[in-house]
């Protein structure tokens, strides 16, 4: 009967023409129109039932849709902000992020389901095909399926909130107290164990079962016994400072342990020292939004502060000081006017990269538009980008910017460095060889000229004589020969030169796990490299040098804009000049003292170091970095004899002074090692890690006051130096009285 009284409102010419099948499909389309709506009414009512402030983004992440799940021509017009579009972007939850292709929608709360499941229907009101709509009601019935099994824990997380509102005997925080000095004294997040004295934040606590007298509890740090009292009913949990736990736990090996603490509120104790209160570890990032540095805490995020309602006393919007609003303004202007400036300068040796085969000039072409039009926010933040600080922005910008500046030159010492190796290279990039000893298949995808490990005990080198003076490949390997040789997969193997020989041609089809712009070539049967790899390793491009040429003119650009920014001198150019004074190391400093948290402060101080190894010699440059090369494979006095060969070709060069002092430390000379650094601090007096250097030396001499001052000196350039850890063990050492022992290891 509802289906006739449906077709009576039909014009009578459709009534007419209507067909057994076509009387099918209409019955079909009602049940799922009927269907449809019943499911849009049930998630509604999902969404009705959470209450608004429930912080669902951590529960739910950001939805992404693209056709056939969402019509594809309402999509289109959408996207387009086309007049003949039914539905507005607006309709949907703040940041989503409409293409043509794709919908990428942020989920915070209940508010943004129901946004999402209103914007959703309406964008597939439009008549589809019986598929499409069987497909997008299957779509809708997982949907609910998953919210039904989220509701479990929501009122998980309810209870939870509401046994938290009692903080009887729970004598400290979760995090951000508002701005009254003494509830920050008394109440702050970040605590240090009164006997084993690492620090950490606080992230959240629960009640336990009283204790008696005589009861004895185990810390889960270092399952250390202590007799614990009745007042000890409340349990905290703690993210650990990375620094502090590495200093105090190296000799145990337990540092690596040390990332969340259980602990009893008897073996806490604010830290007083606001300069200490940054907590450098990767966890942090999941319990708090940021680390207020007007209070000196750390402010929860959404999630944590609504489990612990009555331990956040008002969040304040994040705001900068003038100074570090100028800074980040100035930052990210002069990142995107240098990226526009090298763009121009590539230009002006092709106009046209991809359509010449200048692949690698395209790739660079691809990152400088995106630098210069800003486009620095990864995927994964643009949904949330208008609710970044332009602190967290210019961080992204300059992150761009130094990865570009790395990327360039390290093609170019890499290319030269392959290019003067005297040894002789026997096998190619993307050659396939054979193992003598073990029989696999694979590809040469690198080669060193001498090994980068100890390989003086490795298995299949006893019959080599002196093994660490013939060139070493990475190889990948065929997995069937792995299996057979060594019982397992393998996804690379490191290859003396002379276990190596090329593989017969019969038996060069092999199967081996290559990133995709490695090509097999039939004709020759090998694999070609990308271009960036053949580059690198002194591979003719077959474009008459443009490549090297434009890549050292970006190098040389860059140079000059840094050493300009860093030294305060003119540069060669009025448009470089403005460059520099933009991306000048007044504005990176003020960044880094007001950043935000410990990723933002690690871009901003190691775009400083970048800025710090600049020179207008490229081959002081390079020597510079052959050294550092050095330095990380241990070979201690080849890096110092070549840090000391720069030195003495320029006295002022402030990072090779600061390296040199480095590899004194490391060798034990530490007279050396605090003159070399004192030289560093002369060329340059914001050079953080010097100071740290110095403060290490003193230390080591036992010198705990002068230790002090040096990194006080050092945090108040760089507030989330992970020297910390050593500044918290002197002024501990300082407060006992302990006699100045050698009781842990240094290094810088």
Not at 255 to 266: K, R, T, Y
Not at 383 to 409: E, G, P, R
Not at 696 to 702: D, F, N
Request: proline share 5%.
């Amino acid at each position: 009967m509802y289906r006739l009284s449906r077709y009576k409102s039909l014009p009578r010419r459709c009534c007419g023409q209507l067909t057994p099948l076509t009387r099918q499909f209409a019955s079909e389309s009602e049940n799922k129109s009927r269907i449809t709506l019943a499911l849009y009414r049930q998630l509604l009512q999902w969404s009705n039932s959470v209450d608004d402030d429930v912080p669902l983004s951590f529960f739910v992440p950001p939805v992404h849709m693209s056709p056939p799940q969402v019509d594809s021509k309402s999509l289109q017009l959408m996207a387009r902000n086309d007049k003949a579009s039914k539905v507005d972007v607006s309709i949907f939850p703040e940041g989503t992020i409409v293409e043509e292709s794709e919908l990428a929608i942020p989920i915070r709360n209940s508010v943004d389901v129901k946004k999402f499941f209103r914007g959703i229907f309406r964008l597939n009101s439009a008549p589809s095909n019986p598929d499409k709509q069987k497909q997008r009601i299957s779509l809708a019935f997982e949907g609910l399926k998953s919210l039904n099994e989220l509701t479990q824990a929501l009122d998980d997380l309810r209870k939870s909130r509401e046994r938290n509102r009692n903080r009887e005997n729970v004598e400290y925080r979760v995090g951000h107290v508002g701005s009254d000095p003494i509830a920050i004294d008394l109440c702050c997040a970040v605590v240090q164990h009164r006997v084993e004295n690492w620090r950490g934040v606080i992230v959240g606590w629960e009640r336990t079962e009283e204790s008696t007298d005589n009861e004895e509890k185990v810390s889960s740090l270092t399952k250390k016994k202590y007799h614990l009292g009745p007042a000890d009913s409340v349990k905290y949990m703690v993210v650990v400072d990375g620094n502090d736990a590495h200093l105090y736990y190296s000799k145990r090996r337990e540092s690596n342990l040390l990332s969340i603490a259980e602990v009893f509120q008897s073996d806490l104790e604010i830290v007083k020292d606001e300069s200490l209160r940054r907590i450098r570890s990767s966890h942090v990032s999941d319990y708090f939004q940021r680390f207020d540095d007007k209070t000196n805490t750390f402010v929860p995020n959404e999630m944590l502060a609504y489990e612990f309602p009555e331990d956040v006393n008002g969040i304040d919007d994040f705001q900068l000081s003038p100074q570090a609003e100028e800074a980040s303004r100035q930052i990210i202007s002069g990142v995107q006017e240098t990226g526009n400036y090298l763009r121009s300068v590539l230009l002006g040796y092709t106009s046209a990269p991809e359509s010449r085969g200048l692949k690698l000039l395209g790739l660079f072409f691809d990152k400088l538009t995106m630098l210069s039009e800003g486009d620095v926010v990864p995927v994964k933040e643009k949904l949330f980008a208008s609710q970044m600080s332009s602190n967290k922005l210019a961080s992204l910008h300059l992150q761009q910017l130094l990865n570009l500046t790395v990327n360039v030159m390290e093609l170019l010492w890499q290319k030269q460095r392959q290019l003067e190796n005297s040894k002789e290279i026997k096998f190619g990039l993307g050659d396939i060889v054979r193992h003598k000893v073990y029989g696999f298949r694979g590809v040469v995808v690198a080669w060193d000229p001498e090994p980068t490990f100890d390989v003086s005990r490795w298995d299949g080198l006893q019959h080599i004589k002196n093994p660490h003076e013939f060139p070493f490949y990475h190889i990948i390997p065929d997995q069937d020969d792995c299996i057979d040789a060594f019982g397992a997969e393998r996804p690379s193997r490191y290859v003396c030169q002379e276990n190596l020989e090329s593989c017969p041609e019969e038996q060069r089809r092999i199967d081996v796990d290559l990133e995709p712009e490695w090509e097999f070539n039939r004709a020759d049967k090998a694999y070609t490299p990308p271009d960036d790899v053949k580059f690198k390793y002194g591979d003719d491009l077959e474009d008459d040098g443009i490549t090297e040429l434009c890549l050292k003119e970006i190098r040389d650009i860059l140079a000059e804009i840094f050493v300009s920014s860093r030294d305060g001198v003119s540069a060669s150019k009025p448009e470089l000049d403005a460059l520099s004074k933009q991306l000048a190391l007044s504005n990176l400093l003020e960044l880094l003292k007001s950043a935000q948290d410990m990723e933002v402060a690690t871009v901003l101080s190691e775009s400083l170091k970048e800025i710090w190894k600049a020179h207008l010699n490229e081959q002081l440059r390079w020597n510079l970095d052959t050294a550092v090369a050095d330095l990380l494979a241990g070979k201690l006095a080849e890096a110092l004899k070549g840090f000391t060969e720069v030195v003495d070709d320029d006295p002022s060069y402030a990072e090779a002074w600061n390296k040199a002092a480095t590899c004194e430390f490391m060798m034990g000379n530490m007279d050396a090692s605090l003159a070399a650094s004192k030289k560093t601090i002369e060329y340059l007096p914001t050079h953080f890690q010097a100071l740290n250097g110095m403060g290490l030396v003193y230390y080591e001499k036992k010198d705990i006051s002068s230790a002090i001052s040096s990194f006080r000196q050092s945090m108040e350039l760089d507030p989330w130096s992970p020297v910390s850890a050593r500044l918290s063990t002197c002024l501990k050492k300082v407060k006992s009285n302990e006699p100045d022992g050698d009781d842990n290891e240094a290094s810088p």
